[in-house]
């Protein structure tokens, strides 16, 4: 086998050099929006974070990411930097290899008590959703996303309606990033 040289990118959270495919970019394009990076291909400026909870509130807490992706916009009032949602978080539990996917698999999921939270696309249909409800029972909460199964594809590939997640500190993100969602949504509406 030649050596191959590996792209090496430093977590803005524990600050460590890994190989770039196993680090999480988040991007801001040039009109300023902040989204995540699944291919490593968007243009924009870019930050790095390990898929962990815990980089993430490192990177967070300090403010790092915030200013690696600060760039100065004449005439555009500061904004939001950091993405506090629900996608952002569920693209750190599936490279983390903590997201499970599907109906089916979710489900296997949860009678094996590895699911520490299961959530359901925002246009699941009724029918669907009361099955997931069924077999979650009391053992797992089940949560609601505010994304369509469409939006929910560039994180699953696919379309997908019901996801788990199996590490608890990534649930936990998760719960945070759904209530951080809401709360902002109802400040923006007035404006808007
Ligand atoms: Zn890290």
Known sequence: MTPKKIP?????GCGESKPKKE???VVRAGDGTVSLDLTGKKP??????????????KARKAGRIARALEVSIPGRKKERRMPG???FALSLCRKAGALVMGFYAVKDSVSKGKAQLVLCAGDLSEGTRRRVGAFCEDWVEVADLPETQFALAQISKKPTGVFAVTDPELAKLCRKNLAAQ???QKEERPCQ
């Open 23 to 25: 680090l999480v970019r």
């Open 85 to 87: 949602n629900i996608l």
């Open 44 to 57: 924009g400026r870019g930050a790095y974070v390990c898929p962990s909870a815990a980089c993430l509130a």
């Open 8 to 12: 090496l990118r430093r977590c803005n």
């Open 182 to 184: 809401a709360a902002n």
